[in-house]
C-alpha cells in the first residue's frame, strides 16, 4: 500500500519561495495511476487542492494559486516537490500530499508564513 509523507522548512518569510517534499513508499512514483497532488488547510478554513502532477511531469494547478506553484518528479529519490513563489500570510497552513484525489492524505507539515 502506497504511503506520503510530507516534509518542509515549518517557516519561511513573505517574499520568499516555499520547498515541500513529498516522499512516497510502497511503490513507485513512476506508476501513470497515480495523481500526485498537494492539498493545504489553513487555519479555520476548508481544504484546498493546489495541483497535482503524473509519472512523465504533466502538472495541473488550482487556477486561484496564479501561477506560483510549481510540482515535480524525482524519480531517483522516489519524491515529488512543490514549490510556491511569492508567499504571504495567506499561505500560512497545514500541507498535505496524497497519492491520489479523493484518496488519503499523508500525516501533514505545518507551514507558517511570517513578515
Known amino acids: 500500500q502506497v504511503q506520503v509523507q510530507e516534509s518542509g522548512p515549518g517557516l519561511v518569510k513573505t517574499s520568499q519561495t516555499l520547498s515541500l517534499t513529498c516522499t512516497v513508499s510502497?511503490?513507485?512514483?513512476?506508476?501513470?495511476?497515480?495523481?500526485w497532488s498537494w492539498i493545504r488547510q489553513p487555519p479555520g478554513k476548508g481544504p484546498e487542492w493546489m495541483g497535482g502532477?503524473?509519472?512523465?511531469?504533466?502538472?495541473y494547478y488550482n487556477p486561484s494559486l496564479k501561477s506560483r506553484a510549481s510540482m515535480s518528479v524525482d524519480t531517483s529519490k522516489n519524491q515529488f516537490t512543490l514549490q510556491l513563489t511569492s508567499v504571504t500570510v495567506e499561505d500560512t497552513a497545514v500541507y498535505y500530499c496524497?497519492?491520489?484525489?479523493?484518496?488519503?492524505w499523508g500525516p501533514g507539515t505545518q507551514v507558517t508564513v511570517s513578515s
Open positions: 502532477i503524473i509519472a512523465d511531469g504533466a502538472a
Open positions: 510502497g511503490d513507485s512514483i513512476t506508476k501513470n495511476y497515480y495523481f
Open positions: 496524497a497519492a491520489r484525489v479523493p484518496g488519503p
